[in-house]
């Protein structure tokens, strides 16, 4: 789960890191008003949406008056803004967040996240901070540190000493960046993060640290204990299908494709995926309807693939273990009746109670195709889709 800059502000704000002041504003008039409350003249609007490269996209603006405060602020509000990051079709900005400005010397990069490869936290550093931190990664990586947490040891002093040491932070603001790295590690933990982006932290002229752009999302699967964290997602940052599919705890995400694909199990759908691009196919979407699904699960699934104007073609995956066959089988012809189905539906059932399962869907009266195994199915749905074209 992704949360907006100012919300992530509040978080760094309350675990004691060094954030710019700001306010929060819906419409151009709110953020003339927020702007009397702060201390500066010179303020940034900046649009917020769940996407980098703002700035690139015009999404944030230095302003020197109220009347141009005002004028920047509806120019972004109520319209899409296009990023590197948004697609063509861009994000519509439905609130911006106003800034002081702050007087930077330097612009530094810090980061952490979850090391797959080693299974542990991970800190990310560089003095090239700012917006073509992808660039410097990809052209100069050796101007990136990263550093892994060990989790025996926890956090230590050690740690700030050796970030600071590569961000070329001396003195005072050493030790600054020794309490950032302390407090961005309890909140990484404490609120089960896996990610926090603080790009730029810049050093001031007045020789103080700020976070001056903060990113964080969180794992989806620990929001149950931070009820106060689940309470900042912002659904209309999301696509409407994979919010819909959230709501029957159903994994879907969306793809550029024209074959949906149903599957079980998070492996099995990747493998599915693939196997689909081998024969020359694109699958449209990836959905785990996980082990325990109920018929009217899998009924929701399949409509929820069937929603997606793309998707010529349907391909059903079930290896029945604790998820039997006859109950899929029964959701999707449910799907089918209630949808009206028009597109050509492959289906490979394999394992507890398949007999029953192929049966129901054979007596349906459905225009089904059954398949016999993975590679089967890949092949006949590739070749339906293109048929049917």
């Known amino acids: 789960m992704n949360i907006h800059e100012y919300q992530a502000k509040d978080l760094l704000r309350a675990y004691g890191a060094p954030v710019a002041e700001g306010r929060l ?4 008039e709110e953020a003339a ?14 649009a917020q949406i769940h996407a980098g490269g703002r700035g690139k996209g015009g999404g944030i603006k230095l302003v020197k008056s109220l009347e141009e405060l005002h004028a920047e602020a509806d120019r972004i509000l109520g319209k899409p803004l296009i990023t590197p990051q948004t697609g063509p079709k861009g994000r519509l ?3 911006v967040y106003i800034v002081e400005d702050t007087s930077i010397v330097r612009e530094l990069y810090l980061s952490l996240l979850v090391d797959r490869a080693s299974g542990r936290v991970a800190f990310v550093a560089s003095t090239e901070g700012g917006v073509d931190i992808e660039k410097v990664a990809a052209e100069t990586p050796e101007k990136i540190l990263a550093v892994d947490v060990d989790p025996a040891t926890g956090m230590s002093p050690f740690y700030g000493r050796m970030i600071a040491a590569a961000l070329r932070l001396e ?44 990113k964080m999302a969180f794992d989806d699967n620990a929001m149950f204990r931070h009820p106060d964290v689940a309470e900042l997602r912002d659904i209309h940052e999301e696509d409407p299908a994979e919010v819909e599919a959230s709501k029957h705890d159903l994994s879907y995400v969306k793809l550029d494709g024209n074959i949906g694909c149903m599957v079980n199990g998070a492996g099995l759908a990747m493998a599915t995926m693939d196997i689909i691009k081998l024969y020359g196919g694109e699958p449209a979407n990836f959905l785990d309807v996980g082990g325990g699904a109920t018929k009217e699960r899998v009924t929701e699934a399949f409509k929820i ?40 539906l492959v289906v490979r059932l394999e394992g507890t109670n398949v007999e029953r399962g192929k049966k129901l869907l054979q007596d349906s ?13 890949a092949k006949k749905i590739v070749a339906a889709v293109k048929d049917a074209a």
């Not at 008003?33 to 900046?46: H, I, N, P």
């Open 365 to 377: 009266g459905l225009a089904i195709i059954p398949a016999d195994d993975l590679d089967d199915a």
């Open 305 to 344: 693939i069937l929603s997606d104007p793309h998707v010529q073609g349907v391909l059903v995956n079930i290896f029945g273990g604790i998820m039997r066959c006859d109950t899929i089988a029964e959701g999707i012809i449910a799907a089918a009746r209630e949808v009206k189905l028009a597109v050509p």
């Open 93 to 95: 900005v439905r609130r």
């Open 171 to 214: 003195g005072d603001l050493g030790k600054q960046c020794g309490k950032l790295v302390a407090s961005l590690y309890k909140l990484f933990i404490e609120k089960d993060a896996s990610l926090i982006e603080i790009n730029p932290l810049v050093v001031t002229k007045d020789g103080r640290l700020v976070c001056l752009d903060a």
């Open 25 to 28: 504003a819906e419409t151009a």
């Open 33 to 46: 008003r927020a702007a009397k409350e702060l201390t500066t003249d010179v303020l940034v609007v900046k």
